[in-house]
């Protein structure tokens, strides 16, 4: 049947009708809200590149739980910003680490019950040169090496699950290094800890306040003999393959809003849960057009996030999960 039997506006006609019919429901629950953790006390640092944006002490990240929680969140992802940083990025599976003890601190508020506790696990924000592995150099070449790492990123998910962490999140794109995680977690009795494996990490352009969110731009080249080309979508679904063979126990897609198609078709390839993280590089570009006056900035929040969970993501990793929580009501 065609017009004029069919019209597809009587069901837009309004909103009741408009919510009956709707195909993606987008809740406080799908939203993971990323901190940043550092060093100090009453410490609330804006990022001059993501307004809105702060990098907390922990008794600020307690106070943050409570927020999150209070809106119904479904978790909160950490980081750390270390009080010194080496080559090999010891920081990072420092059993008294900043994110360590951020989780311990964490673990002791009620709020956190509330909430999935997720932490990364890379050595970019804890190594002096800024790269997510240990680097081999000869004369001006350098290598970031793939095997040397993977022992300390396991180290570090196995120091992260023992301060408390729910889920440990790998984003460093080296080889091997679910299977190597889960080793590790296995071997200390953290056999339950899940591992969220960013699958499909892409070199991008949209990464840039992150780094200064989270202290971590390379000193010298650049991470695109670790992290994906952008042109790539089934190079992606190998790397997701590889990752659940590896034990991963969930999938996150990184970026979201150029890569949609990837997720899309990472959630027709499997049925293990997958978020996308909405990164800094989105974060900033929708700000700096709301602060023009370009973007009406509810609207816009609440579109990109649903976008997100209409290309298939289960959840999403974004710097708007309150906002969009309190959008959400
Ligand atoms: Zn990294």
Not at 12 to 22: D, I, Q
Not at 69 to 93: I, N, R, V, Y
């Amino acid at each position: 049947m065609a017009f004029p039997e069919t019209r597809m506006r009587r069901l837009r006609r309004n909103e009741s009708l408009r919510a009956l019919v709707r195909e993606t429901s987008l809740e406080p629950g799908d939203l993971i809200y990323p901190l940043f953790i550092r060093p100090g006390t009453g410490i609330r640092r804006e990022v001059s590149s993501m307004p809105g944006v702060f990098n907390v002490s922990i008794d600020e990240a307690v106070r943050e739980a409570k927020e999150a929680a209070s809106l119904g969140l479904g978790g909160l992802l950490l980081f750390g910003l270390p009080e010194t940083k080496d080559e090999q990025g010891t920081g990072a599976w420092d059993d008294d680490g900043i994110v360590q003890q951020g989780l311990r601190a964490l673990k002791q508020s009620a709020a956190s019950k509330k909430l999935v506790l997720i932490a990364d696990v890379c050595l970019c924000e804890y190594t002096s040169h800024g790269h997510c592995g240990t680097i081999a150099k000869s004369g001006d070449d350098f290598v970031v090496e793939n095997d040397p790492t993977l022992d300390l990123l396991a180290r570090a998910a196995a120091s992260l699950a023992r301060a408390g962490a729910d889920i440990v999140a790998p984003s460093d794109m080296m080889d091997g290094r679910v299977g190597a995680i889960r080793r590790a977690l296995d071997q200390q009795g953290s056999a339950d800890t899940p591992i969220l494996s960013y699958a499909s990490k892409f070199a991008s352009a949209f990464y840039g306040p992150f780094r200064e969110a989270a202290d971590s731009a390379p000193q010298f080249g650049d991470r695109k003999t670790y992290q994906m080309d952008g042109a790539n979508l089934r190079e992606a679904l190998r790397e997701i393959d590889l990752d659940l063979a590896e034990g991963a126990d969930m999938i996150l897609m990184k970026p979201a809003m150029p890569y949609l198609d990837v997720v899309r078709a990472a959630r027709e390839r499997t049925g293990v849960p997958i978020g996308a993280y909405q990164v800094s590089g989105e974060y900033s570009m929708l700000v700096a057009a709301f602060e023009k006056g370009w973007l009406d900035r509810d609207r816009a929040i609440l579109e990109s996030l649903l976008g997100i969970r209409r290309a298939g993501a289960d959840f999403a990793v974004t710097y708007f999960a309150k906002e969009a929580a309190k959008l959400l009501g």
